[in-house]
Structure formats: C-alpha cells, structure tokens
C-alpha cells in the first residue's frame, strides 16, 4: 500500500505532468513571435535590418532562427508544463523510426517521384540542374536544408498535432496545422530573396495543406514520431527534386485523397490517434 501510494505521489510531481490542450495557445503565440518579427523586421525596415543584422539570406542565423519559430516553442512549452523529465521523454520522439514497408517506400521513393513526374509533365527533367559548383554544392545545400524548415516537425508534429487530436478527428488536425503552417509562411512572400517571394500564395497555402494531411497518417502510424515527419519534410525540399510546380502539387491532392479514403477508420474517427506531447510507458511514467 505505502508503496503505490509513493508511485502515486511521484507521478504528481511536476516532473510527470501532462501536457495540457491550453498549451496550443502559448506555442501559436511563440511561433508566430518569433518567425515575424523577425521577417517583419526586414519587411518594415529593410535598409535599418540590413545595416544591423547583415543581408538576409538563406544561410543567415537570422533566417534560421525565424524558420526555427515552431521548434523553439515547442522547447519552451513542453518544459514549462511538463518539466525535464518530460522534455526528455518528448525528445525520445525523434528516436522513433518504425513505420511500415508502404510509408518508407513513399518517403525514399514516392516523394521523389512526384516531383519527376510532375517535372515531366511540364517539360522538365527528372532532376534540378546541377550549378557550376558542382554536385558537392547540392549535397552542402541539401545538409543545409536538413537543419531548416524538417526542424519545423518539432512543433507542428511534436506539438500541434496531438493536442488537436485530442478534440478531433486527425483529418480535421491536419488541416487546421496546414492553414496555420501556411499562414505562418505569408511574410517571406513580401521578403525578397525568398523562395515564396516568387510564388503565389493560394496555390502554396494549398499544398500546405495537402501536405499536413498527407503527412498525418504517418505520424500516427509511427505512433507520434517526429523523425518520420522530419524526413518526410527534407524530402519535399531536396535540392535534387526538380521544380515540378503546379504538377507536384495536383499529384500530392490525388495522393492525399487516396490515403484519406485508405485509412478512413482513423482519419476520420481518430481511433489510434496519438494524443500526448510527452509519451508514457504502461505504468504512465515517461519513457
């Protein structure tokens, strides 16, 4: 008796506490923070951004820390309610790296070949034209971007996603996280030297959204990795992938209805969902 009434007080302890749904507040709040004051600066103010924090670019601390937005909230809100401990158990996440033989062929060959067969379709080649540079270039590049916008799955995937799944259906957490993620997105279309400075919004808006719900079944099929999703993010920014647009976005709609309609008894129910930022073991300790 003395002893599960010791196990009960230790799981009360800060240290074990759960996640709570209100915790979506602050990390919205964070994120956006972050990420536009910091392009704001450099929308707003250029010349004066420029003169005190150097040209942006894609290389610059500056733009990493705006891309980082969601992943440094996600670091200051799962401490702030959960503590260390579960800190550390919402990192053990990332170790996560089973999934099934469909979902690792669609991340090592199918989003490759979205973008293949939508550059067909336009004209294109199968693969981005190398630089003068060389392949070494796009192999730096692409090291980059691995530590760029797939560190955004802290948050979206690590956070976001099971504390909407708690109040509904995965389909529906998707795309509430691919309006979000989309709209977190709409400074760098006023920034120049941006990608999406090039782009049209609606269209990218779109695909975020496609995306999130593409990626939603994977991540509770992996039950709750942000490794899986992290990779699924580097690959949709490969340097390799050529320019497939407006293609590789229609290929990834039809894609995303036929694995909505697929897993349809979890998508739409949220039977198996994950719901907890901090995973816990049977005895309801972290891991």
Not at 3 to 27: C, D, H
Not at 43 to 60: D, K, Y
Not at 97 to 123: D, K, N, T, Y
Not at 240 to 254: H, K, N
Request: aromatic content about 12%.
């Amino acid at each position: 008796m003395r002893r599960n009434g010791l196990m009960t007080r230790i799981l009360e302890t800060p240290a074990f506490q759960r996640v709570p749904s209100i915790a979506l507040l602050p990390f919205v709040l964070i994120t956006f923070g972050i990420t536009w004051s910091i392009t704001g600066l450099y929308i707003v103010f250029p010349e004066r951004a420029a003169a005190w924090l150097g040209q942006i670019s894609g290389t610059h601390p500056a733009f990493f820390v705006a891309t980082w937005g969601p992943a440094i909230a996600a670091c200051v809100v799962v401490p702030s309610f959960a503590g260390w401990t579960g800190f550390k158990a919402y990192l053990s996440r990332i170790r996560l790296w089973r999934c099934s033989i469909g979902w690792a062929a669609f991340l090592i060959v199918g989003l490759p070949l979205v973008f293949m067969a939508g550059s067909i379709v336009r004209g294109g080649p199968l693969f981005a034209p190398l630089p003068p540079a060389g392949i070494g270039s796009v192999l730096a590049v692409m090291m980059i971007m691995l530590f760029l916008g797939p560190i955004e799955e802290l948050g979206w995937r690590g956070v976001a996603q099971p504390l909407l799944q708690r109040h509904m259906a995965p389909l529906w957490a998707g795309v509430i996280i691919g309006v979000t993620w989309g709209i977190w997105h709409l400074p760098a279309f006023f920034l120049a030297g941006t990608l999406q400075s090039e782009w049209g919004f609606l269209p990218f808006l779109l695909g975020n959204i496609v995306l999130a719900v593409l990626v939603t079944p994977l991540f509770n099929d992996s039950r709750g990795s942000i490794l899986l999703p992290l990779l699924f993010h580097w690959q949709l920014i490969n340097p390799f992938w050529p320019d497939a647009r407006p293609w590789d976005t229609w290929i990834l709609v039809a894609l995303a209805a036929i694995t909505v309609w697929l897993k349809r008894a979890t998508m739409l129910t949220g039977a198996a969902a994950v719901t907890e930022v901090v995973p816990r073991r049977a005895d309801g300790a972290p891991p």
